[in-house]
């Protein structure tokens, strides 16, 4: 009788009950498969054509910003589509912390997004080191990064385990958005545009034609101080970098564009969200077209 009591007593106590549920989750968490991991998320599948990628820890407008930034790329047709985003407490050992006060605390977020994989396979597999796939598909994904430019968004850190490519049409997708940022200014965004413009040039074979293209905007950007004529040249850039579908010329020895270009350098491990600009040559470019803009200019950065 005294056994009966007892062990209806623990049956119900709310400590068991929750050390039982969090056993659950952590079960169920162990249980799902992993799919991907870098150096702050872990993606896993969920089934019915979603993944969902989990932040342990991250502040929670960095959450909001990567899933937001990632949808303008949806909408594109460029990234995976957002189906959900979630943040809550972060939890360590089996327990939740106390959430952190302040108007960003940090937390454990979760994106979930489409699966590419029945569609999609991964950069490496897909060029499988053939140069002239290899143009191609950073041709096309300049281009999709000149368009998220003019929609003011700035998508870096593009190595090959942040691109997927469709295995039919061989178009890529664009993954990870943890360090994308929004376009603030005109002059940053004239100078994405450029960046990726005369990339994209160079993955077509036609470096003479990129190297042309950039050094008129720098001028009329950096010399002239003209806004207005150099976001027109950089708009006219794009317009005729959409018009090429394949490589024009192709290059025996092209493997992955080295910087300065910037792109698709193996993921180098960075320590800390300073050695942010040491991996990305492209953003170092950005940087440098700003900093001389701003050297000779008395004029106000125009907001977009
Ligand atoms: N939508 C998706 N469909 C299929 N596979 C995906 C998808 N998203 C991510 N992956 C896989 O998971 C890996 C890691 O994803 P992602 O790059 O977004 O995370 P991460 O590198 O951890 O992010 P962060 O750089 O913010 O830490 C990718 O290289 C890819 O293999
Ligand atoms: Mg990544």
């Known amino acids: 009788m005294f056994g009966l009591v007892k062990n209806i007593a623990q049956k119900l106590n709310p400590n068991t009950v929750k050390e039982k549920q969090v056993a659950a989750v952590q079960a169920a968490a162990k249980a799902r498969e992993k799919i991907g ?3 702050f998320g872990t993606v896993y599948a969920l089934g019915d054509g979603l993944v969902q990628k989990e932040l342990p820890i991250e502040y929670k407008n960095k959450v909001l910003m990567e899933a937001n930034l990632q949808d303008v790329g949806a909408r594109l047709g460029i990234s995976p589509s957002i189906h ?3 943040t809550g407490p972060m939890s ?3 327990t939740t912390l106390p959430m952190e006060t302040g108007l960003n605390p940090r937390v454990q977020g ?5 699966d590419l994989r029945p569609t999609h396979a991964s950069y490496h597999d ?3 080191s053939n140069p002239a796939k290899a143009q191609a598909v950073d041709l096309k994904t300049h281009q999709q990064l000149a368009q998220l430019a003019l929609q003011n968004t700035n998508l870096s850190d593009r190595h090959p385990g942040n691109i997927m490519v469709n295995q039919v049409t061989g178009r890529p997708s664009q993954l990870d958005y943890g360090l994308a940022t929004r376009i603030n200014n005109d002059v940053e965004k004239i100078a994405n545009l450029t960046l990726h413009v005369a990339n994209g040039f160079g993955s077509a074979g036609l470096d003479e034609e990129g190297q042309i293209f950039m050094a008129t905007v720098t001028d009329l950007l950096v010399n002239k101080q003209d806004l207005v ?3 027109d040249v950089a708009k006219q850039g794009l317009a005729m970098l959409q018009k090429i579908k394949q490589p024009v010329i192709l290059k025996p020895d092209y493997v992955v564009p080295d910087p300065p270009a910037g792109m698709m350098n193996p993921n180098v491990v960075i320590g800390d969200s300073d050695a942010q600009a040491v991996r990305d040559a492209d953003q170092l470019i950005i940087n ?3 900093k001389e803009f701003n050297s000779q200019s008395s004029a106000q950065w125009t907001d977009v």
Request: net charge positive; aromatic share 8%; no cysteine.
């Open 37 to 39: 991991a870098g150096q």
């Open 229 to 231: 004529n150099a976001m």
């Open 110 to 114: 979760q994106i979930e997004m489409q």
């Open 92 to 94: 360590a050992f089996g």
């Open 126 to 128: 897909y060029v499988q």
């Open 84 to 86: 959900a985003v979630a």
């Open 288 to 290: 440098k077209l700003k």
